[in-house]
């Protein structure tokens, strides 16, 4: 579910169309099914459930990484604001 929105969020650096409430909200949900697979000593759920622990983080810190690196270029671009272009 996760790996093509990852895919393409990292192809088109965009992640205006992405919710990341969805995401934070995944990663609980799969920390607390983890915590029941460790109850019932389940093993492939365990993995299961690890993997996708690790597949939300990664995705929520590509999702701080685009947006920190918008708002920097935000920020770069209005450092030249004050900057008029002579066309002759």
């Given amino acids: 579910m996760l790996v093509p929105q990852i895919a393409?969020?990292?192809k088109l650096k965009d992640t205006k169309e992405v919710s990341?409430?969805?995401f934070i909200v995944y990663l609980a949900a799969n920390i607390i099914a983890l915590t029941y697979a460790f109850?019932?000593?389940q093993t492939p759920l365990k993995i299961k459930y690890s993997i996708g622990i690790l597949t939300s983080i990664f995705y929520?810190?590509?999702f701080i990484y685009q947006k920190t690196l918008s708002f920097t270029t935000c920020q770069n671009l209005?450092?030249?604001e004050h900057v008029k272009i002579v066309k002759s």
């Fill in 60 to 62: 929520i810190a590509v």
């Fill in 20 to 22: 990341i409430a969805l």
């Fill in 39 to 41: 109850l019932i000593s």
């Fill in 78 to 80: 209005k450092d030249f």
């Fill in 8 to 10: 393409k969020t990292i």
